[in-house]
């Protein structure tokens, strides 16, 4: 279940986001969506509900593409709009990708940039005009669906979706459930056009700073590495793509079958080792490649 206030303007493409954010929770598992639940909070006496039926069908479109049934919801009175969806899925157990199953030696593999919740801060503080988000916009509405379908056939070994807990919070939850540290190469992060510069000018959200404040407890940062670059490396992500954890033998495989499903990108960030189980080094770069 994932529920959010506004974060673009376009009420198709918040219903879209939404449905595709909540979705992303059953990819990541490996599992196939089979039905949803609206979750609304309305002002009805200060939005029209012609808006709010421009945000469902955002999210019905997102939801027939996806396969998956609507079968109803719930709506209260609110003085700020939230929309959402509750989904039910299924996988097979033997087939079920989790967050504990990372091993030393494994390649991280991202399928989308970050940067959004820099972009969508932006937004609101009319920093940035929609059509600067327009990159973002596209990604958030895809679905995990294909980097999820490439994840189980190749065979990975762990996998989460980067959402509210950004890049870096979400690898260090899987390192701990795994027993396993980790290296991330910030330089083969994709990120999103304008991000950079826009946190650079302190267009933070929030959840950024507190991800931040959190991550710092258990990661060693690159002396070379800013302020900037910490922020965007932990910025809290909205229908962000899958991080998956890849055998090396698998990983060349892992790409090409991604990018044949078309997902927003297809790169190796970062690896796994079996030094300071639940810590990660964010370096740079990686020191002398990344060889198996």
Request: with cysteine; glycine share 12%; proline share 6%.
């Amino acid at each position: 279940m994932d529920f959010f206030t506004p974060l673009v303007d376009n009420a198709a493409d918040w219903g879209a986001i939404a449905a595709a954010n909540a979705l992303s929770d059953i990819y990541a598992m490996g599992a196939t969506p089979l039905f949803a639940l609206n979750l609304v909070g309305w002002p009805r006496d200060t939005l029209p509900f012609s808006i709010l039926g421009e945000v469902i069908g955002g999210a019905a479109d997102i939801l027939r593409e996806a396969g998956c049934l609507v079968l109803g919801g719930h709506s209260v009175d609110d003085p700020e709009p939230k929309f959402g969806m509750a989904v039910l899925g299924e996988v097979h157990p033997d087939e079920m990708l989790t967050i504990a199953g990372a091993c030393a030696g494994d390649r991280l593999v991202l399928t989308k940039p970050i940067g959004t919740g820099v972009l969508a801060t932006a937004l609101k503080r009319d920093a940035l005009l929609e059509a600067g988000m327009a990159e973002a916009v596209r990604s958030m509405r895809t679905l995990n669906a294909g980097a999820s379908r490439a994840a189980r056939e190749i065979g990975v070994s762990a996998a989460t979706d980067v959402t509210g807990f950004g890049l870096v919070g979400h690898l260090l939850n899987l390192l701990e459930a795994s027993r396993v540290g980790g290296e991330l190469y910030f330089d083969a992060i994709p990120i999103f056009p304008h991000a950079r510069n826009l946190a650079a000018r302190g267009f933070v959200p929030g959840g950024t700073m507190r991800n931040l404040e959190a991550a710092n407890e258990r990661v060693s940062w690159a002396a070379e590495l800013s302020e900037t670059d910490r922020l965007l490396a932990v910025d809290a992500q909205t229908s962000g793509g899958l991080l998956l954890a890849v055998p090396p033998e698998n990983e060349r495989a892992l790409l090409e079958a991604l990018q044949t499903r078309g997902t927003p990108v297809a790169v190796t960030i970062g690896r796994l080792t079996a030094d300071h189980p639940g810590r990660l080094e964010v370096l740079a770069n990686p020191p002398g490649g990344l060889a198996s």
